[in-house]
């Protein structure tokens, strides 16, 4: 575990793997030593170790896998408010540039699959390869908008308590929570243990979520589609909105898996993911200029992306 400060936020985030096979690398380039870059975002109200299997897969001297928690989950700053998914993106652009990373394959389950989709709206040049796990890309709808913000009132009256319990078996179907008691304990700690405040910002940011369906045929790098057959949050046909809308993505079905495929079916997610990996191409050198990121050359910082488009 690292943590940096980033702007107006410090941030919490494991760094596994790469050339030089340490946590927290700041400095080392992504692609320059040749190495693959893999960055998962976590989904609400979720945290960084929902990542943590994956992270023991794919971690090593010729892959870098970075997860961090977002502003407002796990050990991260907590800003009361409304965080948006610009927010979310312009925070993992900056934790990169901090990391000294240019280009990666950036994947997100749920909203950290909707914060991918904003991250590649804004810095397409940044992304290698796409990964979409039970999430969807449809702008929120009226009714949606209400029922998030109510959500959020809820929780900063409530606490994180009563939701968790409430959604356990959504989250991981009821059969999963039965026989992986491991997994469905990881989950219930991972909603109960996130602060109400940055939950409640999350979902009053998400209330606000644009369409990205209109943008997929624009997608230009490889992606994979991945849904638990059994998710009713994000269902196998909001998967194939993605895969049949990104050209040439690949979409894998997690047979007996709800929500959180990467957790309930370890195995087969992580297989889908790995032979992803495996199709990409070599990775080609760039020259990368860093001048206009949040920090420039003399450790200089810039105003916080909550302010900017």
């Known amino acids: 575990m690292s943590t940096t400060t980033l702007y107006d936020i410090t941030v919490t985030y494991d760094d596994a793997g790469g050339a030089d096979g340490a946590d927290g690398a700041d400095g080392a380039d992504g692609e320059g030593d040749g190495g693959e870059v893999l960055v998962l975002v976590h989904g609400h109200p979720f945290d960084r170790s929902m990542w943590r299997p994956q992270i023991e897969t794919f971690a090593g001297p010729e892959r870098r896998v970075i997860a961090a928690d977002l502003r407002g989950y796990g050990g991260s700053t907590v800003i009361p408010g409304k965080t948006t998914l610009t927010t979310f993106a312009w925070d993992i ?11 990666v394959v950036l994947g997100g389950l749920s909203m950290g699959g909707q914060i991918v ?34 959500m959020a009132d809820r929780l900063l009256r409530e606490g994180m308590g009563p939701y968790a319990d409430e959604v356990l078996t959504k989250m991981v179907t009821p059969h999963n929570a039965e026989v992986l008691p491991a997994v469905a304990g990881h989950v219930r700690d991972m909603m109960r243990g996130a602060p109400p405040e940055g939950a409640a910002a999350a979902l009053r940011g998400r209330a606000e979520r644009p369409d990205y369906v209109g943008m997929l045929g624009r997608v230009a790098v490889p992606a994979l589609v991945v849904v638990g057959s059994e998710d009713t949050y994000t269902p196998v046909a909001d998967a194939r909105v993605m895969s049949e809308g990104i050209p040439d993505a690949t979409l894998a079905v997690i047979e007996g898996a709800g929500h959180l495929p990467n957790l309930e079916r370890r195995a087969e997610f992580d297989a889908a993911l790995g032979a992803f990996l495996d199709s990409l191409p070599p990775i080609t050198s760039r020259v990368i200029d860093r001048s206009g990121s949040f920090e420039n050359h003399r450790g200089g910082q810039v105003a916080s992306p909550r302010r900017n488009p």
């Not at 652009?93 to 280009?103: K, M």
């Open 117 to 150: 989709l904003e991250f590649y709206r804004l810095f397409p040049e940044r992304v290698r390869a796409l990964v979409l796990a039970d999430t969807f890309a449809a702008a929120e709808t009226g009714a949606g908008r209400a029922a998030r913000n109510a």
């Open 93 to 103: 652009a900056a934790l990169l540039d901090r990391l000294g990373v240019d280009r």
